[in-house]
């Protein structure tokens, strides 16, 4: 697991993160498909990394280098008291929040990968092939009902954002968020009040739909509201395109589909000028949103707030290295806890927890689906 320094030094490009996709070019030919990680590791091999023996012959480059330049040392150690003293020292201007399931579950909506509660352990009932089918796209053309069916089991009948979606609500108000790449579609986002042009709902939305065809015939493309897909579903009726008989699709991006365009437009400049990342409620098993992290500058102190470790590889360039050991940098923070636990503290040492309480106290509950 480890790697020798000859490994560190034949990588020439050390400083420069590999991109996603052809950034510049807009032919969709080139850009990414949704795909599941094949190369993460255990939890367990995570804590072993995370734990790992700073003496070791293996390890000694860069904590030696972290001795003798204690400017190397953005944060002090992994904990959230370190983030906390530097918020104190210095004003983040350009703030990314990355998010997934973890920041809705506290509102009632299930999360994809928690053993027993996460939705891929609930898909039983629909008789699927593999749980990750409920959202492919081959899948969906072929059986369209369950994914249609799942969101009615799925939502609370009326539901408001959580408190770190307040809190991100807060941090664009204040003109201190960059942007707020997400992986859920649920929309809370927006009900918090998040702009639009803050927001890159990197796995598309459940806002807005879009007629797909059926197997074997492309649709027309017609654009469809919220709403008529929410008159369908509660109908227990599949939403079919008045034109041309297609298949209407809410606009969430399935495994096999490219993300959307206004994340390949901005991703790499967002994470070059991003002066904090944090991290909310997500395994990180996904790509390409879960390589966003290595896109962030080498020295850009970057924390994880979720229940669970995630994103460790041990790789020089690629992932959280909470040991300080890995990378060049002691950058890395982890508040092993609930996301909204996490905001609360984030807020209270940026000043303002009273208004995100306010915030929470007076939002009102909507119905999404
Ligand atoms: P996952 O379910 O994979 O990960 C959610 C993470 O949040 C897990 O590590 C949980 O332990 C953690 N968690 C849950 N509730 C929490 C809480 N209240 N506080 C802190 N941590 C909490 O969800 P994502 O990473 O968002 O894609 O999944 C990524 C993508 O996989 C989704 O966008 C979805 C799915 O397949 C599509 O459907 C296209
Ligand atoms: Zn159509």
Do not use: W
């Not at 094949?38 to 003496?55: A, I, R, W």
């Not at 990180?284 to 970057?302: E, G, H, M, S, Y």
Request: net charge negative; with cysteine.
């Amino acid at each position: 697991m480890s790697f020798s320094i000859s490994d560190l030094l034949a990588d020439a490009n050390f400083e420069q993160p590999p991109q996603i996709a052809q950034v510049q070019n807009k032919d969709e030919d080139d850009q990414v498909a949704l795909f599941d990680s094949d190369t993460d590791l255990s939890e367990e091999e995570m804590e072993e990394l995370v734990n790992v023996d700073n003496n070791s012959s293996d390890n000694n480059f860069y904590i030696q280098d972290k001795i003798n330049h204690p400017e190397l040392n953005i944060v002090k150690d992994s904990s959230m008291d370190s983030l906390v003293e530097l918020l104190q020292k210095k004003k983040f201007k350009n703030i990314i929040v990355m998010t997934g399931a973890g920041v809705s579950t506290a509102v009632g909506i299930p999360d994809f990968r928690s053993p027993n509660t996460g939705i891929y352990s609930n898909l039983g009932k629909f008789d699927l092939p593999n749980p990750e089918d409920m959202f492919d796209i081959d899948y969906f053309l072929y059986n369209p009902q369950p994914f249609y069916f799942l969101f009615k089991d799925l939502y609370p009948d009326k539901i408001k954002p959580s408190k770190t979606h307040f809190f991100i609500r807060l941090l664009a108000d204040k003109g201190l968020l960059l942007r707020n790449y997400t992986q859920n579609i649920d929309t809370l986002e927006r009900l918090a009040g998040i702009p639009d042009e803050l927001l890159i709902e990197s796995h598309g939305t459940l806002h807005s739909a879009h007629c797909v065809g059926i197997k074997d015939k492309p649709g027309c493309h017609k654009e469809y509201s919220r709403e008529f897909i929410k008159e369908k579903i509660s109908a227990k009726e599949i939403p079919y395109c008045t034109e041309c008989g297609g298949l209407v699709k809410p606009d969430v991006v399935f495994f096999g589909e490219e993300l959307p365009q206004k994340f390949f437009d901005s991703y790499y400049e967002d994470f070059q000028k991003c002066d904090l990342l944090l991290v909310f409620g997500t395994s990180l098993k996904v790509q390409p949103f879960c390589n966003l992290i290595d896109f962030a500058k080498i020295d850009t102190p970057r924390c994880l707030i979720n229940n669970r470790l995630a994103g460790v590889t041990g790789h020089p360039r690629k992932g959280f290295d909470f040991s300080g050991t890995f990378q060049k940098y002691r950058r890395d923070v982890f508040y092993k806890g609930n996301c909204d636990d996490g905001s609360e503290i984030l807020a209270k040492s940026m000043g303002f927890e009273d208004e995100l309480n306010e915030l929470v106290k007076n939002a009102e509950p909507t119905a999404i689906f």
